[in-house]
């Protein structure tokens, strides 16, 4: 029987020589695309704890402003006003931000829009309070504070800032543990294509020989 130009044994080894190369692509094509995946859902593992971070960073400047707004009713020194001056400016830049970190997430959205109208409340009540002790004395800033109005505001805020919180934590759970199934995925399907071309060597190696 004749097998043309290369023989039998050429032909196989044209075939193997391309059989390698379709192989050396496919390992090459897995690896770019566990690269992809893992840089993607680094990024946004990194956008999680952005938005934890901001979150916090919102929380602390109302208590910021709530703690020397207290220490300036308490002493009248007119420094501790500062803070709760620029408060409502530096709290509404630290929800921009908020927003458009979760611009992608409707619910987390809506909520940082919740927590923007709940701070911006805290913050003109405590800024009323100082208005208050300045024209009309301590007693009435004591009954106002009494009422609880503020406090309760204060009170929802955390729990909101909480709720974000805990779904953001959830989220980014479930993105690490994605990330580490893609993973464990991609080396799984490199070490079966490997085990497959260690198979395919050896069957044409025995039929060569």
């Given at each position: ?71 300036y ?43 923007e109208?709940?701070?911006i409340?805290r ?87």
């Open positions: 029987m004749k097998y043309g130009k290369y023989g039998i044994e050429g032909r196989l080894v044209i075939w193997f020589a391309l059989a390698s190369l379709i192989v050396v692509l496919m390992f090459a094509l897995s690896y770019l695309g566990a690269r992809r995946l893992r840089e993607s859902e680094v990024f946004w593992v990194e956008h999680g704890y952005q938005i934890i971070a901001e979150l916090e960073a919102s929380y602390i400047t109302l208590r910021e402003a709530e703690s020397d707004q207290r220490t009713l308490v002493n009248d020194d007119e420094r501790f006003l500062n803070s709760l001056n620029t408060a409502a400016d530096k709290f509404r830049a630290q929800i921009d931000r908020l927003e458009s970190l979760t611009a992608d997430n409707p619910s987390q959205l809506a909520s940082v829009r919740k927590l109208a709940l701070g409340e913050i003109n009540i405590l800024q009323t309070q100082v208005r208050l002790k300045r024209e009309r004395g301590e007693e009435a800033v004591k009954q106002d504070i009494l009422e609880g109005s503020g406090a309760r505001k204060m009170a929802e805020a955390y729990s909101l800032a909480n709720e974000i919180r805990l779904e953001e934590e959830s989220l980014l759970a479930e993105r690490r543990a994605h990330s580490e199934a893609g993973a464990r995925n991609a080396m799984l399907s490199l070490a079966a294509l490997g085990a497959a071309v260690m198979a395919t060597l050896a069957m044409a190696y025995t039929f060569i020989s």
